[in-house]
């Protein structure tokens, strides 16, 4: 889903229409993390639908918790959130390569 396909606002929702990835691609088929493209440096990835739940379940070890920053520079000061991604290797991959969601590449 595109920022253009949002039409009316979403209750007790947050959405995130312009984020980057940094360090990965996204499968927009599977909606999945995926290696980049070679001499791509920043991915768009689809809207962002985020919500808050009350869980005290151990959350899936496939998932990567993928940071997200505010600007380029990964800082405690532009640090935002974390956000949960689908991956079919492993997370210790992703962190490895520094994968990162980004608000602004500026």
């Not at 995926?34 to 991915?43: E, M, N, Q, R, S």
């Not at 918790?65 to 974390?82: E, H, Q």
Request: charged residues 25%; contains cysteine; glycine residues 2%.
């Amino acid at each position: 889903m595109s920022k253009d396909e949002v039409t009316a606002p979403l209750q007790k929702v947050c959405t995130s229409t312009a984020c980057y990835l940094d360090g990965a691609g996204w499968d927009r088929r599977n909606a999945k993390l995926c290696d980049a493209t070679p001499k791509v440096l920043f991915t768009m990835i689809p809207v962002i639908h985020i919500y808050a739940i009350n869980s005290k379940d151990p959350r899936d070890p496939k998932l990567y918790l993928c940071p997200v920053y505010k600007k380029p520079r990964r800082t405690d000061l532009t640090y935002i959130t974390a956000i949960l991604l689908k991956t079919v290797q492993s997370p210790d991959y992703w962190i490895l390569r520094g994968v990162a969601l980004l608000c602004d590449t500026k």
